[in-house]
């Protein structure tokens, strides 16, 4: 990957961990047509007032060789470095608070400039949440949106697993490449490098941290067209996510809950605020005029039966027996099918919800 005078030097900038955002920002904004040399040498008083003993870090560090093992290392690694100042650089994040001096990127790149629209949930998502993020993520998909969301499990996850077929999806992660989390993920994130892009605002070699995730949502925020939060508690990150949303005048969308499901709490809140109630992924795509593509699956009169009882609420499968006055073993077929047909959900203790 070759890079221009200016990305050299956000690359260089970006690579000082320990100087904070707001005064590297301020040095390239004011020094970044420079070269790294010219400006350690041409600079140095002004470096010394804003960075003081930090200074020395830019002093220590202001030659070729330096310069070269940080971009040497990125390439070994796979990993596109996307400046402020990059053809390939998103628009959307101009507008979020403190915008990324780069982005590290490790896929198909291409996918900054596409379409995107972000979906969030709880990492506690109940089963209905997961197979609800994965029926809106493949119709999202299908309307020719790029998805975009986070790392963790729950929601997100559902969400990048849904996504991964068709390559349109953008994982943000909250720490560099080198330290993927949860660990548990790390085979799922190299599928997500190999059809889709994963990014992250920090260098790979930077430990994923607690205070990174907020801070990691604004960008999840900013790159959506809008955001559709899937499930989420009122202390749960997502909220987070929406308030970014809502600061960037993103239209927000969020999935009704029962008021005792604590899981839901946090998008009842939101709906509370003035988010836009959506059922399903047609409220979305008809507000943003997209075209809706609706596919009925064909159905056995066993399978209607069934579905037209789970239609008037969630109901555990020996309930769902005595009703139909059939054993477990005859409708277990049945709710399987319904399964695959993503019509129902099987949530914890042999619970059937209809999606």
């Not at 889709?196 to 205070?211: D, N, R």
């Not at 509370?272 to 795509?285: F, K, M, P």
């Not at 769902?320 to 054993?327: H, Q, S, Y």
């Amino acid at each position: 990957m070759k890079y221009t005078e200016r990305e050299v030097f956000a690359i260089w900038l970006d690579s000082f961990e320990k100087i904070e955002y707001k005064r590297k920002s301020e040095l390239f904004s004011l020094y970044g047509g420079e070269s790294i040399a010219r400006f350690v040498a041409k600079h140095a008083e002004r470096i010394d007032f804003l960075l003081g003993k930090r200074a020395s870090l830019l002093f220590g560090a202001a030659n070729g060789e330096y310069t070269e093992y940080i971009l040497s290392s990125l390439h070994k690694k796979g990993v596109i470095a996307v400046t402020q100042n990059s053809a390939a650089y998103p628009e959307e994040l101009s507008e979020v608070p403190c915008p990324p001096l780069v982005i590290y990127a490790r896929g198909n790149a291409s996918l900054l400039k596409s379409e995107k629209f972000a979906v969030v949930g709880s990492r506690k998502s109940s089963a209905f949440a997961v197979a609800k993020t994965e029926e809106f993520t493949e119709k999202l998909i299908e309307a020719g949106f790029t998805i975009v969301t986070g790392f963790a499990e729950g929601a997100d996850i559902a969400a990048v697993k849904a996504a991964l077929a068709s390559g349109k999806i953008i994982a943000v992660l909250a720490g560099g490449f080198d330290h993927i989390y949860p660990k548990a993920h790390a085979a799922i994130f190299e599928k997500v490098v190999l059809n889709g892009l994963a990014i992250s605002e920090y260098p790979p070699s930077v430990p994923t941290a607690a205070f990174h995730f907020p801070v990691r949502n604004r960008i999840i925020a900013g790159l959506g067209k809008g955001l559709l939060v899937m499930s989420g508690g009122k202390k749960s990150g997502t909220l987070y996510t929406a308030g970014y949303a809502d600061g960037l005048s993103k239209q927000i969308f969020a999935l009704p809950y029962g008021i005792n499901e604590l899981s839901g709490a946090g998008c009842n809140e939101l709906i509370r605020r003035g988010a836009y109630l959506t059922e399903c992924a047609e409220d979305v795509l008809e507000y943003y005029g997209k075209e809706i593509k609706t596919q009925t699956p064909a159905l056995s009169e066993a399978e209607r039966e069934v579905l037209s009882l789970l239609k008037e609420g969630a109901i555990h499968i020996d309930k769902l027996c005595a009703r139909l006055n059939k054993r477990a073993f005859e409708l277990l077929p049945v709710l399987s099918m319904l399964e695959i047909k993503k019509l129902i959900v099987r949530g914890a203790g042999n619970v059937y919800e209809a999606l």
